[in-house]
Structures are given as C-alpha cells and as structure tokens.
C-alpha cells in the first residue's frame, strides 16, 4: 500500500483527495489504521469514570433516534476509512448490545473488504451483561473479538461502581457465552482506582489466569467533563504490574501491531497474558492510529477531542457521493496533531489550554 505524506505547509487544505487504498498521515505522520465505531451514546451502566448518575441521571437527554447514523450509513462511513487505510473496526458505545438488531450492523461492517481483498479485524467493547443473549447472533454474523469491561471480582465493589446493583456473576456468564461462540481471544479490561478497586489486582489475576483471556489494566483517565478525575486517583502501570510480579512473575512480549495501546507481559509460568494501559503514566500518542465515529456521526481523532467534524451531513445532503466523502475524511486526519495525553502534565500554554477545555464524555464517542 502506497504512503501519501501531507506536508506542514499544506494541511488546512481540505478535502484532501488520495487514490482509493492510499494510507493517508496525519501531522505527525502517524497512519490511520483503526476506526471506533459508537452505535449508541446509552448504557445499562453509571460507572463513576465513565457516566456518573449525577450527570447522566433520569433527566439527562439521551440523542433521539433520529440523529443516530442507521445501520448503511455507518457501513458506508467505515467502506470510506477502510480505502484510508483503516484495517481494525472496533464496535463500541454506550453498551453496544443496546442498540437494536446489531448482528445486522456486524454482518455488513464483516462484508468489507481491504482493497487487496482481505476481511478485517472486528471487535466489540462490552460490559457483557448482555452478552449471554447475544454472543451467538454476533459470532454468527461475522463479529471476532470481544473485549469485556469488568473492574472487580467482588461483588460489593463491582457492584458500587457500576453503581446499578449488577453483580460480576452476570458479567462473568456473558464471558463464558463469548467463548463458547468462539468469540476470542477475549480481552478482559479493568479501570484501576486509587482507594476504590486497587485491591482487586490480584483477585482479577487470579481468576483469569489459564483460562486463555488477556486481562488488561487501565489506567484512570480523564475523560470527559464528569468524572471527577485527580491525578492523585491514579495507580501508575508500574506500581499495578511490580505488585502483579511479585505474586506471579513477569516478562515482557513484543507489540502485537503497531500502535498497540497496551504494553504486553506474561507469566513466567505459562498462565496466560496481561496487559497494562498507561495513557497518563507513559503517554502512547506518538504511536496512535485511531479514529473515533460518534453516534450521531461526528469524527473525532483523539479520545480527549472536544469537537469533531460533521460527517452525517454529508452522509444526508443526497449529493456527496463516496469519494468525496473519503476526501473530507482524508483532509481531516491529514491536519490531525493530537496528543493530549503526551501535553498532560506539561507546563505549557498550549497544555493549558487543553486541560482547560471541555472534552468530549466518552459514552459519546467510545473507549
């Protein structure tokens, strides 16, 4: 596949039109490979990172229906970023399994192909409370992967944090029905809280250990506008995985694919594989190849992103035909220059001004 490179000078023009199949750079050269896709901005769920009651309680206003992008319009928005280079879709929300005949949207985003011909890499994010009900219909109509939220193995905690009284048994059953489907290698991901859930560490490892799931641990970001976040709430990689060592010691494997978020280890004793995902400790950005499709069709380059480009109006207008579409895409990520996680801490008008600004929730726009 050929490179285009967009040179500085040259980026505020848009659209950018590039030969169907051309890989298109951002700012910092960082290719496009990956495409999160949130089918809805709704959860069974108020976790206190993500959607806290006391923000997302029974008067916040949910997007109507009609502004979420149907089923065709989604596909039709990921055919455009695969002729980008786009080669890993990634179906996420809100919970995804509430959005109504999903397997539908799974079966046409599985008929896409590279322009070389090959299928892509498809996954779901979940809480797996539904999971139970719907791992066969997903794995039958095309869907590979499922990577589950799931933060303890007690229920007391669990239960706190996902502050809707769901316990980690039905979470649990929902990742059985997913390897029965032949949903896998299923990815088991776990937010990490300083005085809230760090003592679940070992109670996690423990239960995942030779079961051929990858547990991963997160870091607390902050995201969005309502959580709460201090930096003083967050367990560094470092300290989570020297504490995982010492119980069950540790070495370090090789990337799986470029831009890989996590940093992989495994256990000397051949129990499985961990990971930990450090994006305030030892911040990913210079290697970050991901783009993020709001529910109501809004492209955004970075999870921390405040606004993003209006994609649905195209999508709507009746005149925008596919390779222009792809240009307006193409023009978008070619300005890209995100990296608010490398500017974090930084003392900087210009990390300043980021931290300052309202980002976008990620029930918005997907983990």
């Known amino acids: 596949m050929t490179e285009v490179r967009i040179p500085l000078h040259q980026l505020r023009s848009r659209p950018l039109t590039v030969p169907e199949g051309a890989a298109v750079q951002d700012a910092l050269q960082r290719p496009l490979r990956d495409l999160r896709i949130s089918v809805t901005d709704r959860c069974n769920f108020r976790c206190t990172y993500c959607m806290p009651k006391s923000v997302f309680g029974p008067g916040h206003r949910f997007l109507p229906q009609a502004d979420l992008l149907s089923f065709e319009e989604i596909t039709r928005t990921a055919r455009a970023f695969v002729g980008l ?36 890499d498809l996954t779901l994010t979940t809480n797996g409370t539904l999971l139970r009900q719907h791992a066969a ?54 937010v ?42 967050v367990v560094p990689s470092a300290v989570l995985r020297e504490r995982l060592h010492a119980a069950h010691p540790l070495h370090a494997l090789d990337p799986s694919e470029p831009g890989e978020t996590a940093e992989r280890w495994a256990y000397d004793d051949g129990a499985g594989e961990v990971g930990f995902i450090s994006s305030v400790s030892q911040a990913f950005c210079g290697q970050c190849n991901r783009a993020r499709l709001s529910t109501d069709g809004r492209l955004f380059t970075c999870l921390f992103g405040h606004q993003g480009l209006d994609l649905r109006r195209w999508l709507r207008d009746g005149q925008t035909d596919d390779a222009t579409l792809r240009a307006h895409i193409a023009g978008h990520w070619a300005q890209r220059s995100d990296r608010y996680s490398a500017l974090r801490l930084a003392d900087t008008p210009e990390a300043e001004w980021l931290r300052a600004t309202q980002r976008v929730e990620m029930s918005y726009i997907g983990g």
Request: no cysteine; hydrophobic share 45%.
């Open 85 to 120: 280079g786009v080669r890993k879709l990634r179906i996420t929300g809100g919970e995804p399994l509430l959005r109504r005949e999903l397997p539908t949207l799974v079966r046409q985003l599985a008929g896409l192909r590279t322009p070389e011909g090959l299928p892509l």
């Open 137 to 190: 219909a997903l794995a039958e109509a095309g869907l590979q992967r499922v990577s589950v939220s799931l933060d303890a193995m007690d229920d007391a905690v669990f239960r706190r944090m996902n502050d809707m009284d769901v316990g980690v048994a039905e979470v649990l059953e929902g990742i059985a029905a997913a390897q029965q489907a032949g949903l896998g290698p299923i990815k088991v991901n776990a």
């Open 192 to 233: 990490v809280q300083r005085g809230v859930n760090e003592q679940e560490l070992l109670p996690l490892a423990r239960h995942f250990r030779h079961r051929g799931i990858v547990l991963r641990f997160i870091e607390f970001m902050d995201v969005g506008a309502s959580n709460g976040w201090r930096l003083d709430d």
